[in-house]
């Protein structure tokens, strides 16, 4: 398949592009475009063949349900059964924004978009393009990260490219993402709320807005028979770089110190080394494809990076990664949530 590729500027809105990819998506075809979070790969979720495509396209198990994606308060009574109090306070204070909230679905919603659940995942972005291709399409538009399952999540359109040219309708290029990495996820229809993959929304704020909010415990602890995650896509392997990450956690030097060594000595026996550093130690390396992932004073930096980083080493064949620990105040649980699945859960202290 031709997939067609249209840059817009996110200043200068181009409604001819808006309106392709509205008339691709109204007819059941498949269109990755920009969101704060990450890109997506959009479809009809109200349409099951339009919905099942993209778990071709992706190659993405069809136990995991996909998010909604919706721009209008009237797309979410559509979708779902009902809206409580605490869903109510969530919509008012993060909407549109990087927070994704499970309700029970309405009829409508087909199970090939659910996976089979009688919850949904609903968001509403808050990026100018994804918005204006929802709104003028009127489409419910389920979205899953724009990626080959497993790969890290995209924060560029050639990374899209990369993983989906070919395969999807038409993408839309519009530059780098703002966040970084995934929405935040809470279960509502649960009590109290719980929060099923951390994100840029975190815990804290969260609990200024309802009161008490838990974690679902499997999204930090290595993944087990007994610990099965509630947001079925956090089982699978994810964000994998193809070379070998491990994390080290513990003092700075510490951690510089472990790293310089290790990096010096498989580099001696010929492999290829990747080091994933930030501003603060960039040039405390000596060893291995050094990369800052960026500043540790502006955590934003790092979470931006993040995935790009890891593309960044497969490019260049990169054999063993070895990562600093981020446990920085808003973003760390995220970040190392998604650098840990990544890593296989390979953190050592040193
Ligand atoms: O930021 C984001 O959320 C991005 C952008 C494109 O909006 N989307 C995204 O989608 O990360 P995806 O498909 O890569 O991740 C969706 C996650 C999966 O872990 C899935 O299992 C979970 O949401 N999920 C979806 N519906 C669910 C439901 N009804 N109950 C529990 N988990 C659900
Ligand atoms: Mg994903």
Known sequence: MDTIIRSIDIKKIDVNVIEEASRLLKQGGLVAFPTETVY????????PQASSK??????RPSDNP???HIATEEQLYRVVENVSDIARKLIDSFWPGPLTIIFNKSDIVPYETTGGLDTVAVRMPEHPIAIEVIRQSDVCVAAPSANVSGRPSPTEAKHVIEDLASKIDMIIDGGKVGIGIESTIVD?????PMILRPGYISKEMLEEVVGEVQVDSAIIEPLSQELKPKAPGMKYKHYAPKGSLTIYEGKQEDVVGHINQLAKEKEQQGYKVGVIATDETYDLYHAGQ????GNRKDERTIAQNLYG???SFDENGIEYIFCEAFNTEQLGVAIMNRLSKAAGYKIKNV
């Open 40 to 47: 997506g790969l959009g479809a009809d979720g109200l349409n």
């Open 54 to 59: 993209i778990y071709v396209a992706k190659g």
């Open 188 to 192: 509502v229809t649960v009590t109290p």
């Open 309 to 311: 980083v890891l593309r």
């Open 66 to 68: 996909l998010i909604l």
């Open 290 to 293: 050094v990369v800052s992932i």
